[in-house]
Structure formats: structure tokens, C-alpha cells
């Protein structure tokens, strides 16, 4: 069995797999078949409850003691679809998966063995998940872990992939009744379920409101509007304009002492780590290139004085190996100093061709510990990187004691 990480992928041992979803609370699992577009072909490709079966695709219910599952028998996919992608959303209305932990299970759909698992880290706001998909590439099948999420609901889901998604019509008004002879109660609508239509949203019976804000925490953004400023737990996709940005960039990080006259001696790290959060290799003040020079640590800083970066990581995201799928950078008091006596640090991004810095992650607040896990870069099923903010303290002195907990936060 593989316990997957976000963009990870295994090839499956057998054609016929069950991909189920469990969580604390009662989940919809749904799938789609898509072409080499991303589409489905017209509405029959989506399977759910409501339309249980489709090509080589069926949609099987827990009864609400098991988690719900997507069978895939991928030798009896239609010619033509690529890839079947299996989502879940909380059958509350409106719920959000903020402290529900899904996890789905892949197994063979004839004996049931595991062969695979993936949890993905960090949800919030999200109230739909793409949670991993079936792909084939070069005549093989595949399973990868994706965990992208939505915060419109499985409309969202639907909308991206070419499903239509109709607005609910409005319920008519109907003219009081006379007062000697009033109207009886409508009956209860008799209970269906429909994310086609049920996550649609509703229509306004007032202006609609102005522009939210930009998601605080948990939310994902990009670069299209220029430098991003991260929170924690909060992740921004490096791509501008629905294109790969760059390929190399540098991760600046930087610290002042907290109090006037006393040196801070820090170190910053990065470790590498393959889509089962095993660590491949590690980068810091002892080890100045890895991955054959596809990162490069700028050397150590051993006062944090002076304005700027204190030490810079290179990193050439062209270069970095397929099984690379996960970089945690990490900053650690070699000589014991806690944070509470750092003040000012953070962590920034920097085109590498331009040297324009394109997010920054300040940390804020501080805690008695050595170590502290700053941010993470993480590579897409689609190729593209993400950065997310993570602040994180952790007592540990050196670079060693931070391979655990890095692994964690991936």
C-alpha cells in the first residue's frame, strides 16, 4: 500500500478499481470521464447518485455505513477518454471540509486490496474536492493524488469540467388567500439529490453584493495582479495568466535579532521529498547543491545583520527530478537561540532570471522553539508549482530534526 501526496502518482495492478472516500461526516462521491481536453463528452460522463452508471464508470453507495466509492473499469472505458476524475463533497449544504480530514482509499474492485491512499493536507474553505484521478499515459493506467478544492461547491467542479449546471427555477409567488378560507401548506418537496443542481447557486432576488475579498487562510490565489502577500496556511499557484510563470526562482530568507547588539545565528534549509513524503535529498549551510545543482544554498549567515535576504536558495524548477514533487524550506537555531529572540522573519519569492519578488510569507508571532517549517513548493498533477505559507514551529536544532515534521505539513 502508497500513501500518496498531493500530485503523486502509481501505476494500478489491476484494470478494475474502486476509489472510495470516508470523512467524519457523510460524504457525495462522484466521478467523470474526460477527454484529452479535460471535458466530458456531454452530461451522461457524470456519475453519481442520481446517474449511478456510464461507460465503464459506476457510482456505488456506502448506504451510509461505508464510504460511498467510483468503480473504474478502465478496459471498458470508451475510446477517447483519458482520464476519470472521482470528487467529494459534504452532503450538508454548504459544508465545508474545515476540520473534516477525507481520505480516499483505491482498491482492487474485485479482492479489495488497498493499494493506495491519499489524504489531502490542509482544507479549509472548500466545499468540493477533485480528490484524485484514473489517467492513462503511454497505454498505462494510473492513479495520482490531486486535491484540488473549490469553494462554490460540486457546481464548481461540474462547471470546470463542461457539465451543464442549470440555475433552479423560481418558485412562483402565490396571491394570498382570502382570510375565511386560507391556503393549506404546501407538501414537502419528496427528497432527491442532484449536485447538477442541488450546488447550483441560487438566483438573487437583490442586487448581488460587491466582490469578496480575497480568501484569508486556506483560500488559493495566483499571480495574475502582481505580488502576492501570503497568510498562513494560505497558497498562491504560480502561473500567471493560466501559463507556467517561470522556471527558476529564489527563496530569500531573512531575520533580525529581537533585541539590539546580539547576534542571531540561524540556518535555512530546504528538503526534497518524493510523492510518498519520503525525503530524497537535503540542501543547506553543509550541503550547497543537490539534486545535480538543480538547488543551490547561497552559504551561511551567521549574525542575521544587515537589511535583505540572509541566505537565498536557488532553485531551478526545470531541473528538479519527476520523482522531486514536494520542497519544504525550513529555517533552525544551530546554537539554540528560540524564535521568541528572532524578530522580522519571514520568507519571499523572487523571479531568478529578474530578481522581482512575487509572494512574501512574513511570520508572525513566535514560539520557544529552534526550528520553524517556513513554506513549501509543491508540483501539480498538471506540472505547475504552488507555494503555501506554513509558520509552523518545531523543536529541533538542525536541518535532521525537521525531516519528520516537513514530511507532515506536505
Same mark, same amino acid.
Given at each position: 500500500m502508497t500513501a500518496m501526496t498531493p500530485g503523486s502518482n502509481i501505476p494500478l495492478p489491476t484494470a478494475r478499481v474502486a476509489v472510495d472516500v470516508a470523512a467524519p461526516v457523510r460524504l457525495d462521491v462522484s466521478g467523470l470521464l474526460l477527454t484529452a481536453d479535460g471535458k466530458v463528452r456531454s452530461d451522461d460522463d457524470f456519475i453519481f447518485f442520481n446517474q449511478p452508471a456510464g461507460p465503464g464508470v459506476t457510482y456505488r453507495s456506502g448506504g451510509g455505513s461505508t464510504p460511498d466509492a467510483i468503480v473504474v473499469d478502465?478496459?471498458?472505458?470508451?475510446?477517447?477518454?483519458?482520464?476519470?476524475v472521482v470528487t467529494a463533497s459534504p452532503d450538508a449544504a454548504g459544508q465545508s471540509f474545515q476540520g473534516i480530514e477525507p481520505t480516499a482509499t483505491v482498491r482492487g474492485a474485485d479482492d479489495?486490496?488497498?493499494?493506495?491512499?491519499?489524504?489531502?493536507?490542509?482544507?479549509?474553505?472548500?466545499?468540493?474536492?477533485?480528490?484524485?484521478?484514473?489517467?492513462?499515459?503511454?497505454?498505462?493506467?494510473?492513479?495520482?493524488?490531486? @486535491?484540488? +478544492?473549490?469553494?462554490?461547491?460540486?457546481? *464548481?467542479?461540474?462547471? $470546470?469540467?463542461?457539465? =451543464? %449546471?442549470?440555475?433552479?427555477?423560481?418558485?412562483?409567488?402565490?396571491?394570498?388567500?382570502?382570510?375565511?378560507?386560507?391556503?393549506?401548506?404546501?407538501?414537502?418537496?419528496?427528497?432527491?439529490?442532484?449536485?447538477?443542481?442541488?450546488?447550483a447557486p441560487q438566483a438573487p432576488s437583490a442586487p448581488p453584493a460587491a466582490p469578496a475579498a480575497p480568501p484569508v487562510g486556506n483560500g488559493k490565489i495566483n499571480l495574475d495582479k502582481g505580488r502576492v502577500s501570503l497568510q498562513k496556511n494560505q497558497t498562491v499557484s504560480?502561473?500567471?495568466?493560466?501559463?507556467?510563470?517561470?522556471?527558476?526562482?529564489?527563496? @530569500?530568507? +531573512?531575520?533580525?535579532?529581537?533585541?539590539? *547588539?546580539?547576534?542571531? $545565528?540561524?540556518?535555512? =534549509? %530546504?528538503?526534497?521529498?518524493?510523492?510518498?513524503?519520503?525525503?530524497?535529498?537535503?540542501?543547506?549551510?553543509?550541503k550547497l547543491s543537490i539534486l545535480k545543482g538543480a538547488i543551490k544554498h547561497s552559504g551561511d549567515n551567521l549574525t542575521g545583520e544587515g537589511a535583505g535576504d540572509d541566505e537565498v536558495i536557488v532553485v531551478d524548477l526545470g531541473r528538479i527530478p519527476p520523482e522531486a514533487t514536494g520542497l519544504v524550506f525550513t529555517v533552525n537555531s544551530f546554537t539554540g537561540q528560540k524564535f521568541t529572540e528572532v524578530a522580522k522573519a519571514y520568507c519571499r519569492l523572487l523571479d531568478g532570471a529578474t530578481g522581482e519578488e512575487l509572494v512574501r510569507f512574513d511570520l508572525t508571532g513566535a514560539e520557544p522553539q529552534t526550528g520553524v517549517i517556513m513554506a513549501k513548493l509543491i508540483k501539480q498533477f498538471s506540472g505547475e508549482w504552488e507555494m503555501t505559507g506554513i509558520g509552523d514551529f518545531v523543536k529541533s536544532r538542525t536541518v535532521r530534526g525537521m525531516v519528520k515534521p516537513a514530511a507532515q505539513a506536505l
Open positions: 478502465t478496459a471498458a472505458l470508451p475510446a477517447g477518454i483519458e482520464r476519470v479489495q486490496s488497498v493499494i493506495a491512499t491519499f489524504t489531502p493536507p490542509k482544507l479549509g474553505t472548500e466545499t468540493a474536492l477533485v480528490v484524485v484521478e484514473i489517467y492513462q499515459r503511454n497505454g498505462a493506467w494510473k492513479v495520482r493524488a490531486v @486535491g484540488q +478544492g473549490y469553494a462554490n461547491g460540486l457546481a *464548481g467542479i461540474a462547471t $470546470d469540467f463542461g457539465v =451543464s %449546471v442549470e440555475e433552479p427555477a423560481p418558485v412562483p409567488v402565490a396571491a394570498p388567500a382570502a382570510p375565511s378560507a386560507p391556503a393549506a401548506p404546501p407538501a414537502a418537496p419528496t427528497p432527491s439529490y442532484d449536485p447538477r443542481v442541488a450546488a504560480l502561473v500567471k495568466g493560466g501559463k507556467p510563470l517561470l522556471s527558476q526562482v529564489k527563496m @530569500g530568507l +531573512g531575520w533580525e535579532p529581537a533585541f539590539r *547588539g546580539k547576534d542571531i $545565528d540561524l540556518d535555512a =534549509s %530546504v528538503i526534497a521529498y518524493d510523492g510518498n513524503r519520503k525525503m530524497i535529498d537535503s540542501c543547506y549551510f553543509g
